[in-house]
């Protein structure tokens, strides 16, 4: 008559396989927002064709305003 496994020599190898998984969609979850990152940012945020403004320091009037 063959002996049963015991449940001990299971729970491990579950735990063992259960964290591989989780690490797996980690990395995926990841790849995928490093991806997301690269392409917004290849997208740009202005237009080249338009004259961009330039917000350098200007001297004020010399003149007073009072409201």
């Not at 969609?25 to 080249?48: A, Q, T």
């Amino acid at each position: 008559m063959t002996e049963p496994v015991p449940a001990v020599v299971t729970v491990p190898v579950t735990g063992l396989i259960g964290g591989a998984v989780l690490i797996l969609l980690l990395i995926i979850l990841i790849l995928m927002f490093v991806v997301y990152r690269m392409r917004k940012k290849d997208e740009g945020s202005y237009s080249l064709d338009e004259p961009r403004h330039s917000f350098a320091y200007t001297r004020a009037k010399d003149q007073e305003f009072f409201a």
